[in-house]
Structures are given as C-alpha cells and as structure tokens.
C-alpha cells in the first residue's frame, strides 16, 4: 500500500490512524496491565476476606456454640445435641461437623475429601457447684476451600472480563474523540501543506474543521493553522522575493561590464558573467580552472592569492582583451566550511579608463605645481598690498574720526568766545560812559551803582565763557593727543571718558543723545589711553549714525568696574538693535548698512581689531531688534610686555 492511499485511508477511518493505534495499543496494554493489577488485588483481598469469614464461623463455633453442647451432654440431652449439631451444619462454610465423647459420636453432614480447612476444639464443661472444668470430648470442624476458590476465579473473571469491555469502549471512544479532534485536523493541516506550492500560491487559508462539546474554541491546533498560515505566507513572500532579486542578480550580471565568477574547491570556475565570459572564450558547459586559465596571460599575483584560500582585495592586473591590455582589479571572498576550504565568488573590475586618467592627471599635477608656485607668489603679493590698503583705510578712518572731532570742537569753541567777545565791549562801553561822566561831573551814586552792576555782570559772563572754552580746549586737547598718540601710560578711566565725552558733544547734540559715563573714579590702568578712547568714540560715532533713527528718547550708558587685575567695561545704547541674522557680519571689514551713505564699514572691525590686538582684552556682543546693542569688555589693567611690543610693531 503507497503512502498516499495510506495517507487517505487514515482520514476516513481511525483504525488507520499509526497514531491512534499507537495511542490505542498503549492505553489498552496501560489499561489491560491495571486492570489486571487491580483485579488480582482485589482477588486477594477477597481470599483474605473469605478466609477470615472461615476463621471467624470456627472461632464462633469454639466459643459460642462449644459451650452449649457440653451443657447438653453433660446432662445427656442428646437429643438436643443433635438438633444443635444440625442447626450448626447449616452456617456458611461449615461443611462437615463432629462431637465426640467417650461413649457418643454425633455427627453432621459429609467428610470432605478435597482441599479443606480442619480444625477440632476440646469439649469442656465448667461444674458450677464445684467450679471444676471437666473436659467430656472434643468438636471436629470441616470447611470446604475448593469452594472459596472456585468462587474466587469465578469472580477474578468476571471482573477481569466487565474491566476488558469497559477498556475496549473506553479506547474505542477515545479513539474516535481523539481521531476528529486530532487526527483528522493533523491530516488536514498535512493535505493543505501537500497542496501548496511556493510557484502557485493560492488565496486560500487553512481552516480545520470543528465538533460542537469535544473541542475548545481554540486550541493548540487552531494555533498550529494560524502558525502555518503565517508560514506559509511568509513563505511565498520570502519565495517570491528570492525569484525576484535572482531574477534582479541575473540581469545586473548579464547588463554588468564587471567580471564575476565563482569557482569550486579546486578553483575551477562555476560561474562567470558574460563579460568575462567573452574575454575569455570560455565554454559556459565546461569551465576551466580559474588558476590554469590566468596563468596563461600571467596574472601570477591573482594566482597567488587563490592559492591562499584566503580573502583578497585590491588585486592589479593587465589581462589582455580582444588584443587590448586593460587593467583589472580583482576581489574576492573565501568561504569555508566544515570540511574546509569551500571556494571563491569574486569579481574583476575593469579600470583602464581610471587609470589612464590617473595617467594624466599626474603629468597635469606635474605641470600644475609650477603653475600653482607662481599664483601663490602673485598671491601673497596682491595679500600685502591689501594689507597696506587696509591699514591705510583704518589710519584714514582714524584721521577722519580726529578731523569730525576738530571740527566739531571748533565750533563749540566758538560760542563761548563769541559771547566772551561780546561781555568784552559791553564792559568797554560802560567804561567810557563812566570816563566821560566822571570828567563831566554828572556822575550821580545811582548812575555809579548802575554802571558798576553791569561791569560786574559781564566780567560775570566774559569769565564764565573763557572758563568754558578753557574746559573744551583742554578736553579736546586730551582726547586728540590720545587718540593721535598710542604712548603705553597710567591713566584714570574715569577722567579719560569723561574727556572723551565732553570732546564729542558737537556730535552727539545733533541726535541729541548725553552718554552718561558710571564708574568709580580713582581706577587706574597702565596701557594705551588713545586705543581706548578710540574705540569708545567708534561705538559712539556708531550709534549716533546707525542707532537711533526711529528711537524717541536715545540713551548711551557706558558703565565701568574693576574686576580683579582687568577692567570691566559695557558700552550700551537702545537704539534699532542688529538682527541676530547679521551677529556674525557686524565686525567684518568694510560691512556696513550704509554703503553709499557715508559708512566706511571699518568702524566696529576696528573695534574689534584694537581691543584684541592692542589692548590684549576680550568682546562680547549682545543685540535684538528694537533693544539696542551691548558691547562688553574685559581688558587687563596693566598692559603685558608681550602686547606693548605688538602694540610698538603695528605702530612702526
């Protein structure tokens, strides 16, 4: 019988189920062997119980019964003997009963003369008068076995046949349950495996069936069809993808003008692409051996590495091609197995185009070189002449901040002493009225008092005014001579500002803005004076032309403190503030907001040029739109050695 009429005829019937009759012999050899067991155990409990009945009906006959019959014959009432011997034989298994005397036999029922239990007990009477026991016979008691254990089989059979039955339908029914929850659903979860097919998968999913009050909702086979329905999906999904990326494998080997090839264990080829297959003229029903073939255009390097069964990469060859010698470069990955060396699968990859560029390239880089040699030379020389432009902008721009400065000054100069010019001739006015009033005689003590007032008013004003225009000249004096002069000197920061301040009040009225100038006075710093009142003068002047266009109330605040061995300094305004877009280009050279609108775009660059450079400190810079600017810096009180010398150079 095939396996497959097999395979059918265990889905119809449960007879033919190799499990279940597996499952039905062990539990009929499981059940037969207990029942079994339990049916001679019981037997032997029964044997036990039947016997102790026996030894119980002669125990009672001993002690109960002995006694009465020696009454009887002790007074010769041998009638009632017999009628008690009678009454006697008639208990359950007593079978044959006999009571000798010296002179009297009473017997009943039949000797046995098969196998027996026998017992004789002696016959005494107890004399009540004298209390003596006399003995006056004895009691014989027979008791068929072979009855006990005829009844015994008997009932060993029964039960052993009663327990086989119960076996028999108890497996049978087990049989059909376990046939219909199990065996006909392994089956159908096997014929729905037997009908797939990975080429041809069809829509379908498995569905066992079901019987109401034997099964569970869901069981483990249920389980087992859903398991199989994942798999077998998975499986047609993981098929139709390899057939893809085979299918993808074979086109990109075949549209490939790389080399690939795979050999065996002894290097020969099972595999090569078309392009390596041309190259060679290689047979695709007969391939060489990869070694021999190489050798005979002498790519020993490639030889000596198949040799080594090792992976390789980064292997140069020439290998002739249609009378061409092109260059190769080959790798490949060495697969081992158990039992060893396993073979190659590789590719070769053309490159005499790279290396023909390579080629030029390095007769171009040769020629390059000088090339390059003379631009950089025309290069630093155009670099030094920036340089020199540079600098001269930055002194330009220095000259013309000094020249706004004189020219600013020059007017404030002129108020004072136009007004002192003027206290001045009314004083010479009034000194001649009082002259020729005096040499007239018509002087009077109120006209005197008079004249004498307004002299005193306007020596008053003309005093006044010199003293003002003293204050400018002096203010203009220090800063000019500071900023002209980068002398290395003490100076106190608080009198240098206000200096500062006071020489820029021509330019700072036009907006009008007052800064306001907060610090301790007395700090001192040994360094360079005109480099720090430059670059509070370029934040100024950079306020005033940038800053407050469309602020209605403009503020400058220039706030300084001592902070250990440096000099906290934050210059602040609440102007237009600087997009945060633009934080990175404000100290850029030559960048500016007004270009074409008298901006030069060296202002902050030189800012930040002098701070870092000459007076050796450190910017910080702070900005939003609509909340001013906020240049803080930390400068060194006393200027090092170091600093005053490149302060010394870039001065020279």
Known sequence: MSRNQKFDDSIRNPFFSLVGRRILLIMILLSGFFTI?????????????A????????????????????????????TSVQERIDGLINLPHIDYLALRSENYLFEAGSPLDVSKVINEYPLQYDDPDTGNTQRIGTIYVESNTNAIYNDLLQRFFI???????????????????????????????????RQYNPLDPKEETLTLPRKRYIMEKEDELDWLAAETNKITQNMST????????????????????????ETDADLKLTFCSEPMRLAFDLNPKQYPHLDKLLSTVGCHQFIANLHRQQDFSMCEEIVPVEGESRYFVFQALAHHGIDGFRGFRGTGIDITALKTAQFELETLNHNLEETVDERTRELQESMEHLKAAQEQ???SEKLAALGSL????????????????????????ITHTLNQAFEEQTLTSTQFASLIKQVNDSVVMLEHNLKRATHLIRDFKQTAVDQVSETLTEFDVKQTLDALVASLHP???????????????????????????QVISNLVMNSINHAFDETDNPTITIEFERQEDHLYLCYQDNGCGIEPSLHHRIFEPFYT???GRGGSGLGLNLVFNLVKQKLGGELQFESAPGQGVKFMFLIPLSLSSEATQYASESKD
């Not at 067991?37 to 119980?49: A, C, H, R, S, V």
Request: charged share 20%; aromatic share 10%; glycine share 4%.
């Open 51 to 78: 016997f102790d009945r026996v030894d119980s009906r002669h125990y009672e006959i001993e002690h109960v019964h002995a006694e009465l019959l020696a009454s009887s014959l002790w007074i010769y009432d041998l």
């Open 159 to 193: 039960t052993l046949l009663l327990n086989a039955i119960k076996t028999l339908m108890v497996c049978y029914l087990i049989l059909l349950v376990f046939h219909h929850t199990v065996s006909q659903r392994v089956f159908k979860v096997a014929q729905f495996l």
């Open 238 to 261: 993981l098929y139709r993808n390899i057939m893809l990326e085979r299918e993808r494998l074979a086109d990109f080997t075949h549209v490939s003008s790389d080399w690939l090839w």
């Open 37 to 49: 067991f339990t049916t001679l155990l019981q037997t032997y409990w029964d044997y036990d119980e």
């Open 593 to 595: 907001s007004k270009r």
């Open 507 to 533: 330019e700072t009225r036009k907006i009008p803005v007052a800064p306001e100038v907060s610090g301790e006075r007395g700090i001192l710093m040994y360094s360079l004076p005109g480099v720090v009142t």
């Open 393 to 395: 902008l930055v002194e």
């Open 406 to 429: 004189v020219a600013g000054v020059a007017h404030e100069v002129n108020t004072p002493l136009g007004i002192a010019v003027t206290a001045s001739s009314v004083i010479k006015d």
